[in-house]
């Protein structure tokens, strides 16, 4: 069964925004990207949905499941015509329907792209804010937020994975690594150092060691000591051009400890690049 990238849409600018990111990771990844929208009659919707509804009749459109007009100039802007693409609208409340799609067989979902900006009304207003736990702790699956502050350039060449050499990262570190072999980009695992004690270096080199797949000069491996994660993350994503930051969705991990999901909303304000949750069970 081929896999497939869900992108849920409200037709605003951030989630227009966030499907360049969407379509670009379904074409290196030979998956198949469901745009899927959500709607309720009757119910107050933002000026950007608005105008779209205009154009197109939503409540007929569900039951065609044809191509979203929004997303095609999009498509071919990217030249990415080659992404085989499926379109779903349902009626019902966006969060519920959300999470009853993912948990489908059908269609095979193994990520998660959503835009994200700051509060206004719609479908995206609460993803810094309440529906970040929703998605994050019951979907379980890989989720990209993409700020609406992120400009996509056409290619992902550069992914930043932040770790704290914990055993529970090696899997998706991994997994990221071949990631970036089917993207041609090169991957920056960076551990912060806030603490100032010992050397990290032991830890850093046993981590490397124990990953299930062998690294090549495309991977590096960086130890940063600051007092200011999130300054000291912007500025390194700034000078090394990363296209997405990565990290291990877990309680246990100490960069999931330092965001919780309020300050999670203080990482996506500081840095201008989509931030990866990935599960790990």
């Known amino acids: 069964m081929m896999k497939s990238i869900l992108f849920p849409t409200d037709f605003s600018s951030a989630s227009l925004n966030a499907f360049g990111y969407a379509l670009k990771y379904a074409e290196k990844t030979q998956a198949r990207l469901v745009v899927y929208h959500s709607f309720m009659p009757g119910a107050e919707l933002n000026e950007e949905t608005r105008e779209v509804y205009k154009k197109l009749d939503i409540e007929n459109f569900h039951s065609k499941k044809d191509k979203f007009p929004p997303f095609e100039k ?11 693409m499926k379109y779903v609208v349902e009626e019902g409340a966006f969060i519920e329907n959300f999470k009853a799609y993912v948990e489908r067989k059908e269609d ?10 700051a509060a206004k009304r719609g479908m995206f207003e609460v993803f810094l804010e309440t529906n970040t736990a929703i998605i994050l702790e019951e979907i379980n699956k890989p989720v990209i937020a993409v ?18 050499y914990h055993e529970d990262e090696r899997a998706p570190v991994t997994q990221v690594m071949k990631t970036c072999r089917e993207f041609g980009a090169k991957l920056h695992v960076l551990h912060f150092d806030l603490a100032h004690g010992e050397s990290v ?4 080199d046993r981590f490397r060691k124990s990953l299930r797949v ?26 090394n051009h990363i296209d997405l930051v990565c990290l291990v969705n877990h309680k246990r991990n100490f ?16 840095i201008d690049v ?6 790990n069970d």
């Open 74 to 84: 999009l498509i071919e802007e990217l030249k990415a015509d080659s992404v085989k």
């Open 108 to 117: 095979a979902i193994e990520l998660v792209v959503i835009g994200a900006q």
């Open 147 to 164: 700020p609406q502050r992120a400009r996509f350039d056409g290619v992902i060449d550069h992914i930043a994975f932040l770790v704290d």
């Open 201 to 204: 270096v032991p830890l850093m």
């Open 214 to 239: 062998p690294y090549t000069e495309d991977t590096v491996f960086r130890s940063i000591d600051t007092i200011d994660l999130k300054a000291a993350l912007a500025d390194y994503c700034r000078s």
């Open 255 to 270: 960069y999931q400890r330092l965001f919780s999901y309020s300050l999670a909303q203080d990482l996506l304000h500081s």
């Open 274 to 279: 989509p931030v990866m949750a990935i599960y």
